[in-house]
């Protein structure tokens, strides 16, 4: 049975046999299940609520009432969500609408950030995960007041106060006490695999090109039909590579609790499905043609919850676009600069020295980087803090044996005083994904002290066919 659960007192459906949970980090425990049979939310008080029909979209009268209290033909927010907020969104590419931008007559004006508001700050960055704005979020926001912030991941895993995303929302939110931070879990179909009994696995997009007609969509009931007579008639099982339960749910959202505090929501469509082949019955049109990126309607979805949930916390706390929002100072400092995402003048024109780079953009010149041209090149950087800072770097990656990119290793050297302190080399392979990727990699390299340090690259294999890709170094209060 699909279940749909909150905590205190949220709620949202996206429709009756695939709920949507809104987990608001508040003491108060309170839980709701949707009963597909039913169709019935059991928990009010602890009457009954009939829904009047099946919720194909979340934000009819109907939905918001039954689940929020609100009716929204006669209350009246108290502000424009979509003029009068500030929204930024963080992520990687399925934050940037990379996928939608493809589908017929759909582009990147149709991704969740653009849904929400034409004036959103979209900073997700493509290829990476969400490290470089977690180091890096003072130098993306600079002294901007923003009222929400949406960060999208994928794959649920266990706490670690120091996971990207965790130390995001934790800067956001000592910056911004009372900002509305909504943290949404992107599960994806590319993260399911056959699992053999003799330990061997495929993956579900590779399976389907040997065992699926070429033009049969994933979201076609005899494709789950096929997944499921291939169970039937083998030994083994269909599988997600990144499983996770309730118990690992929980122990998450408790340590999120404690960490962010009120105004911070957790929105995950996937909690409840444990078997792959439900996955696809309920989720199919959440992703686009590659099984990974979220289409239009995925999109869509992840907008509409989003916004009630801003309707519900923006109505319930009075508030009052007019009167200014506490700013903190920043906690850690930082100063990073980033060549990645679109040729851009403040990218071609840095100010920061470097010999022996050029700066140039790759794969139809929508990506961009400083491009090692000569054997041995130098970036001059500065620490402007009065105390020693963490210095790191990004560079391009690929996963091993990748079929059209060889990029070289290359030995980065620090020199402070004409003096070499330190030696390592960076290796552009990347092993944390299960499938072929072009990334970007970062790397720490050493605590440098105030002023000027000369960071130095060699490559140790020129005759590769690739140069050598830097994206961004990153001055950060050390840990």
């Known amino acids: 049975m699909n279940r749909m659960r909150l905590v205190f007192p949220i709620a949202v459906t996206a429709f009756v046999v695939a709920a949507i949970n809104i987990f ?6 309170i839980f709701f299940s949707l009963r597909r049979q ?8 602890p009457k009954t609520v009939e829904l009047k029909s099946v919720v194909d979209t979340v934000s009819s009268p109907e939905s918001l009432k039954a689940f929020f209290g609100l009716d929204i033909l006669n209350d009246k927010s108290p502000v424009d969500l979509t003029h009068d907020l500030k929204y930024v969104t963080f992520g990687s590419s399925h934050v940037f609408g990379s996928g939608v931008n493809v589908e017929p007559g759909f582009s990147r004006a149709d991704a969740f950030p653009y849904l929400l508001s034409p004036n959103v700050t979209n900073l997700a960055i493509r290829a990476h995960r969400l490290e470089y704005p977690s180091l890096c979020v003072e130098s993306l926001l600079g002294d901007t007041v923003y009222d929400v912030a949406v960060i999208l991941d994928h794959s649920l895993k266990p706490w670690n106060p120091n996971e990207p995303a965790n130390l995001l929302g934790r800067r956001l939110r000592g910056r911004f006490p009372e900002m509305i931070i909504i943290y949404i879990n992107h599960a994806f179909p590319l993260d399911i695999y056959w699992f053999d009994e003799n330990g061997g696995t495929e993956r579900l997009d590779e399976w389907a090109k040997t065992h699926a007609p070429e033009d049969m969509s994933k979201a076609d009931p005899k494709f789950r039909q096929m997944m499921k007579n291939y169970q039937e008639q083998n030994k083994g099982k269909w599988g997600f590579h990144h499983h996770y339960d309730k118990a690992l749910l929980d122990d998450f959202m408790a340590h999120l609790r404690n960490q962010m505090g ?3 929501f957790y929105i995950d469509y996937y909690t409840a499905v444990n078997d792959a082949v439900e996955f696809m019955s309920l989720f199919p049109h959440f992703t686009c043609w590659d099984y990974h990126h979220p289409c239009h309607f995925g999109h869509k979805k992840y907008a509409d919850g989003i916004q009630q949930v801003v309707q519900k916390v923006v109505t319930e706390n009075h508030y009052d676009k007019n009167v200014p929002k506490p700013v903190h100072p920043w906690a850690e400092h930082d100063t990073c600069e980033i060549w990645f995402e679109g040729a851009n003048e403040a990218a071609k024109n840095t100010k920061t020295p470097m010999t022996g780079f050029q700066y140039d953009c790759f794969l139809l010149k929508e990506k961009c980087s400083m491009e090692l041209v000569q054997e041995t090149g130098t970036m001059t950087i500065t620490n402007q803090a009065d ?23 290359v030995k980065i050297e620090l020199i402070q005083q004409g003096n070499v302190v330190m030696e390592k080399i960076a290796d552009p392979i990347s092993t944390e994904f299960q499938h072929t990727v072009h990334v970007g990699k970062q790397m720490t390299l050493e605590k440098i002290p105030p002023g000027e340090t000369v960071v130095r690259f060699t490559s140790m294999e020129p005759h590769k066919t690739d140069p050598f890709r830097l994206v961004s170094y990153l001055i950060t209060d050390p840990k």
């Open 24 to 29: 608001s980090v508040a003491p108060t425990n």
């Open 38 to 45: 039913s169709r019935r939310l059991q928990g009010f008080d």
């Open 262 to 264: 009120k105004n911070t």
């Open 387 to 409: 105390t020693n800072q963490q210095l790191a770097v990004t560079f391009m990656a690929t996963s091993p044996n990748h079929p059209k990119i060889d990029y070289p290793k």
